[in-house]
Nanobody, 122 residues
Framework: QVQLVESGGGLVQAGGSLRLSCAAS????????MGWFRQAPGKEREFVAA????????TYADSVKGRFTISRDNRGNMVYLQMNSLKPEDTAVYYC???????????????WGQGTQVTVST
């Protein structure tokens, strides 16, 4: 059974940092892109960052460039999102995702995690 399990969300003040982790199990994901999406209340789920099967395949949404960093372990089954200089507009549920395509879109994701809440206070 394939599972993606996120952890590391929470409440942080603006300007602070959080590190999200995603553990994938049930199969090997080394040949798939893995990444993060987020969904704020009343808004559509949006792409945040993704890492492909090579280290050169890394991409970010413009809104997080320079503040967020995505990384993967060598096996490819752990993916992390280091979030610095957080802003209130980063508040959302963050979802881990695995996709055959790079960069992934909402419609190309094969597996989703259950989500972890990130809340940034002013």
């Amino acid at each position: 059974q394939v599972q993606l399990v996120e952890s590391g969300g929470g409440l942080v003040q603006a300007g602070g940092s959080l590190r999200l982790s995603c553990a994938a199990s049930g199969r090997t994901f080394s040949n798939e892109a893995m990444g993060w999406f987020r969904q704020a209340p009343g808004k559509e789920r949006e792409f945040v960052a993704a890492r492909g099967w090579t280290s050169s395949q890394t991409t970010y949404a413009d809104s997080v460039k320079g503040r967020f960093t995505i990384s993967r372990d060598n096996r490819g089954n752990m993916v992390y999102l280091q979030m610095n200089s957080l802003k209130p507009e980063d508040t959302a549920v963050y979802y881990c995702a695995a996709s055959d395509l790079f960069p992934p879109s909402r419609w190309s994701v094969n597996y989703w995690g259950q989500g972890t809440q990130v809340t940034v206070s002013t």
